[in-house]
């Protein structure tokens, strides 16, 4: 099972290699093998890589109207897709603790490791891009220390989660700790509970 630095050495990965081309239509070329555990992973930082810079770009403010639906659609898509890796992984973990023995009294973890998962890679973008903010030449000495000082906090909360996964493991394998996985349950993606979409039949 991989630890935290490895899981974000991972993140950090797509995203070095997403801003390779910093195209959102660019491929993935997943570096690991198909199947794997690190392969989930870096499929779903690639995913939020992505979104973050649609986000970016519907924030336009002379986008083309029509251009920004289509972004809109495809930024609601791309929350679905997180949401189902984010699940994969948590099936993962359950398989992994599945010969667990906690009793029922245990105390419960309302994140399941996945979704601490997800924070932990949208931290390592935020990570990212606002040590991009501090290495700009076109911005004021003002704008770079504000920048450097949200960075440090950054980082001092990346050590705080890296902590946070590596107890959570260990805790979860020595049956001290359990989870839930309670699946999603959106309804503006379901035909049948979305009464915009329903009502329209």
């Known amino acids: 099972?991989?630890?935290?630095?490895?899981?974000?050495?991972?993140?950090?990965?797509?995203?070095?290699?997403?801003?390779?081309?910093?195209?959102?239509d660019a491929p993935i070329q997943n570096p690991y093998a198909t199947g794997s555990f690190e392969a989930l992973l870096y499929h779903k930082n690639w995913i939020d890589t992505v979104q973050w810079h649609l986000e970016d770009i519907i924030r336009l403010p002379d986008i083309n109207p029509t251009e920004a639906l289509a972004i809109k659609r495809r930024i609601d898509k791309s929350n679905q897709d997180r949401t189902d890796r984010v699940e994969q992984i948590d099936d993962y973990f359950l398989d992994?603790?599945?010969?667990?023995?906690?009793?029922?009294?245990?105390?419960?973890?309302?994140?399941?490791?996945?979704?601490?998962?997800?924070?932990?890679?949208?931290?390592?973008?935020?990570?990212?891009h606002m040590e991009e903010q501090t290495k700009r030449t076109d911005a004021s000495a003002e704008h770079i220390a504000k920048c450097q000082s949200k960075l440090n906090i950054l980082l001092e909360q990346k050590t705080d989660m890296r902590a946070a996964f590596d107890e959570l493991m260990e805790d979860i394998g020595k049956g001290v700790?359990?989870?839930?996985?309670?699946?999603q349950m959106k309804m503006y993606n379901d035909a049948s509970l979305n009464p915009m979409l329903y009502q329209k039949k």
Request: glycine share 0%; proline share 3%; charged share 25%.
């Open 1 to 24: 099972m991989l630890n935290a630095n490895q899981c974000y050495e991972i993140f950090n990965r797509s995203i070095l290699d997403y801003h390779k081309t910093d195209s959102v």
């Open 96 to 128: 992994a603790f599945k010969n667990v023995q906690a009793p029922a009294h245990t105390r419960i973890n309302s994140e399941t490791p996945a979704w601490l998962l997800d924070r932990m890679s949208i931290l390592m973008l935020k990570i990212f």
């Open 177 to 183: 700790r359990r989870f839930k996985v309670y699946r």
